[in-house]
C-alpha cells in the first residue's frame, strides 16, 4: 500500500495552512545572498560544485525551515542540482528527504517522458527511491509513456502534473497550434489529461493527475480550468514572470480551491528588493505577502 491519495493530501494542506503558496527551490549561486556565500570560500571546497551544494544545503535548509507555516509545498527544480553532477543530484536527494520531514508535499519538477521502459525507470528513481510526491511529466510520448507514473498515482498515492500550458511565451509555438478539429493543441492535451485521470480521484473530487498552467495565460487558464474541473493545477508564473494573484484566481475552482502557485526567485531572492532586511526575513515576508493575496484574491479572506 501506498500513502494517501495525493489530491486529498494536497488540497486538505491549503485548508489546514489558508496558502496555496508552492516555493520554487531553484537554487542560483550568483543570486545566493552574501551571508551565504561568505560562509562557504572557495578554499575550503576542493571544487566548485562541492562548493556550490555546500551553500544551497546552508540556503535551502533555512528557507525550508522558515517557510513551512506559508507554503503547501516545495516544488525542487532539479536542472539546479544536476548542474553540480553527482553531488548535485546527492544534496536533491537530501533535500527532498528534509522537506518530506518538515511536512511539506514534494513536487520533483523533473519534466520527465519517454517510451515506456525508460519512464518506468524515471518514475523509480523519482517517486520510489528519492521519495517525491508527484512530479512534472511531458505527455508528447502519451498513454505508454505515462502509465508508470500513472499506476503510482493509483496505486501508491503519488501524483503527477502534466504540461498542459507553460508559462513561457515560446509555449505558443506548439501549444497554441490550431488542430484540423478546430481546437488548441494545449485543449486536445487537456481532454488527455481528464481521461489518464479517471481512476484516481479522491475523496475531495480531485484526481491525483494534474495539470501545469502558467499563470502568464489567465484566458486560457480560465478555460482549462472550465474544461479539467477535477483537475488540480499547479501555477507557474506568479511574481517574477508577472503573473497577479487576480490572474491566478481564475484557476481556481468555486471554492477557491483546487490549484496550487509557485514562486521561485521573488521569494528566495527577495532580499534584493529588500535591502533593509535579513534575506531569510525577507524571503517570508515575500511568501507571507502571496499567501495573503492568493487568499483573498480566492474569496476566501
Request: hydrophobic content about 45%.
Amino acid at each position: 500500500m501506498g500513502e494517501a491519495h495525493f489530491a486529498d493530501r494536497l488540497l486538505e494542506a491549503v485548508e489546514r495552512k489558508r496558502s496555496h503558496v508552492v516555493v520554487g527551490f531553484d537554487p542560483d549561486f550568483a543570486l545566493l545572498p552574501p551571508e551565504i556565500v561568505a560562509r562557504h570560500p572557495e578554499e575550503a571546497y576542493i571544487n566548485h560544485e562541492v562548493r556550490k551544494a555546500a551553500a544551497y544545503r546552508d540556503f535551502l535548509s533555512q528557507l525550508a525551515e522558515a517557510l513551512v507555516e506559508e507554503a503547501v509545498a516545495v516544488k525542487i527544480q532539479i536542472a539546479y542540482f544536476e548542474a553540480l553532477g553527482s553531488t548535485g543530484y546527492s544534496l536533491y536527494e537530501e533535500v527532498v528527504h528534509l522537506c518530506r520531514e518538515l511536512g511539506y508535499l514534494v513536487i520533483a519538477d523533473v519534466k520527465r517522458g519517454d517510451i515506456g521502459s525508460t519512464a518506468e525507470a524515471y518514475a523509480t528513481a523519482h517517486l520510489d527511491e528519492v521519495g517525491a510526491d508527484a512530479v512534472t511529466v511531458n505527455p508528447y510520448f502519451g498513454t505508454d509513456g505515462l502509465e508508470p507514473f500513472l499506476r503510482r498515482a493509483r496505486q501508491e498515492g503519488k501524483g503527477l502534473f502534466l504540461l498542459v500550458k507553460t508559462s513561457n511565451p515560446g509555449s505558443a509555438e506548439l501549444q497554441d497550434l490550431m488542430l484540423a478539429s478546430g481546437e488548441p493543441f494545449y485543449m486536445r492535451v487537456a481532454a488527455l489529461v481528464n481521461r489518464w485521470g479517471e481512476e484516481t480521484q479522491g475523496r475531495h473530487g480531485y484526481r491525483a493527475v494534474g495539470a501545469v498552467v502558467g499563470g502568464t495565460h489567465p484566458q486560457q487558464g480560465e478555460v482549462l480550468r472550465a474544461a479539467m474541473p477535477g483537475v488540480p493545477f499547479l501555477v507557474p508564473g506568479y511574481g517574477a514572470q508577472g503573473a497577479t494573484a487576480e490572474a491566478v484566481a481564475k484557476m481556481l475552482d468555486a471554492r477557491g480551491s483546487g490549484a496550487v502557485v509557485n514562486s521561485a526567485r521573488a521569494i528566495l531572492y527577495a532580499y534584493r528588493g529588500q535591502p533593509q532586511s535579513n534575506w531569510l526575513d525577507a524571503a517570508v515576508a515575500e511568501a507571507k505577502a502571496m499567501k495573503e493575496a492568493l487568499w483573498k484574491a480566492a474569496g476566501r479572506a
